[in-house]
T-cell receptor, first 115, second 118 residues
Framework: AQKVTQAQTEISVVEKEDVTLDCVYE???????LFWYKQPPSGELVFLIR??????QNEISGRYSWNFQKSTSSFNFTITASQVVDSAVYFC????????????FGSGTRLQVQP | DSGVTQTPKHLITATGQRVTLRCSPR?????VYWYQQSLDQGLQFLIQ???????AKGNILERFSAQQFPDLHSELNLSSLELGDSALYFC?????????????????FGPGTRLTVL
């Protein structure tokens, strides 16, 4: 069985602070895929990043960066110099590498960025 | 804009009724997935279709059914509605999903249909 844990239910920061959202996963698959999605107040789910289990390189995209560590089964997401527009619920998700393609989501972390 | 469309955006109905949610995938995508987001259950996978055929089932109630049509749009039918069915229903699409081999494709989500059962 697969499981994704986002232990931080809600985080509140002041604009320009850096913030890290934690994601810990469990899977028996040797090949799997990890995702982050953003759900702004408007409600849609926006894809942010996909990471393959065989690629442990960290990734940076503008103010966003992701740290994937297989040794600790973690896929953490850092926002540098946060902005009010970053306020949203962020979901980490896991998908097995073969067969079933359904996403298993964590419970989400609500990020509030105060001006 | 993900390219996935869902209608209607909002739906308010009464217990015991039946509703149909519609989804059009991104151009070129063959797979459609349905997810339910509720306060107590979070985001849960319901069902997947690939090129018209059911491919995988998740936590979908027997009162719920879905289908994918030849033009690849999909409909989720919810019947004998209960208060607990109130939720945000998402459709997602991806390019692949029909084989048993691994795939790197990504699911893109529509804006969702918010269902309220009174």
């Amino acid at each position: 069985a697969q499981k994704v844990t986002q232990a931080q239910t809600e985080i509140s920061v002041v604009e320009k602070e850096d913030v890290t959202l934690d994601c810990v996963y469990e899977t028996r698959d040797t090949t799997y895929y990890l995702f982050w999605y953003k759900q702004p107040p408007s409600g849609e789910l926006v894809f942010l990043i996909r990471r393959n289990s065989f690629d442990e390189q960290n990734e940076i995209s503008g103010r966003y960066s992701w740290n994937f560590q297989k040794s600790t089964s973690s896929f953490n997401f850092t926002i540098t110099a946060s902005q009010v527009v970053d306020s949203a619920v962020y979901f980490c998700a896991l998908r097995q590498g073969t067969g079933r393609r359904a996403l298993t989501f964590g419970s989400g972390t609500r990020l509030q960025v105060q001006p | 804009d993900s390219g996935v469309t869902q209608t209607p955006k909002h739906l308010i109905t009464a217990t015991g009724q039946r509703v149909t949610l519609r989804c059009s995938p991104r151009s070129g995508d063959l797979s459609v997935y349905w997810y339910q987001q509720s306060l107590d259950q979070g985001l849960q996978f319901l069902i997947q279709y690939y090129n018209g055929e059911e491919r995988a089932k998740g936590n979908i109630l027997e009162r719920f059914s879905a289908q994918q049509f030849p033009d690849l749009h999909s409909e989720l039918n919810l019947s004998s509605l209960e208060l607990g069915d109130s939720a945000l229903y998402f459709c997602a699409s991806s390019v692949e999903g029909g084989g048993i081999r691994g795939s790197t494709d990504t699911q893109y989500f529509g804006p969702g249909t918010r269902l309220t059962v009174l």
